[in-house]
Nanobody
Framework: QVQLVESGGGLVQAGGSLRLSCAASGLPISTYNMGWFRQAVGKEREFVSAISRSGDSTPYADSVKGRFTISRDNGRNTVYLQMNSLKPEDTAIYYC?????????????????WGQGTQVTVSS
């Protein structure tokens, strides 16, 4: 059974940092392209970042570029999202997703497996 479990969310003041983790079981992330998405209240789910199987491709949404960093530890079967200089508009539920097809993708529909999400709240 495939499971993606996100953790690391919480309440932080604007300008602060959080590190999200996505621990996978039932699938070796070394053979998957991984992504992070987020969904704020009343808004559609949006792409945040992705990382290819090799780790050499790491696209970011323009809104987080320069502030967020995605990484992966295949040995721990875990993907991370380091979030710095957080802003109130980063408040959302953050989801981890896995894609078996080649290449990273910014489209949620391209990902087969999803975690349950972790809440990130940034206060002003």
């Amino acid at each position: 059974q495939v499971q993606l479990v996100e953790s690391g969310g919480g309440l932080v003041q604007a300008g602060g940092s959080l590190r999200l983790s996505c621990a996978a079981s039932g699938l070796p992330i070394s053979t998957y392209n991984m992504g992070w998405f987020r969904q704020a209240v009343g808004k559609e789910r949006e792409f945040v970042s992705a990382i290819s199987r090799s780790g050499d491709s790491t696209p970011y949404a323009d809104s987080v570029k320069g502030r967020f960093t995605i990484s992966r530890d295949n040995g721990r079967n875990t993907v991370y999202l380091q979030m710095n200089s957080l802003k109130p508009e980063d408040t959302a539920i953050y989801y981890c997703a896995a894609r078996a097809a080649p290449g990273s993708s910014m489209s949620a529909s391209a990902y087969r497996y999803w975690g349950q999400g972790t809440q990130v709240t940034v206060s002003s």
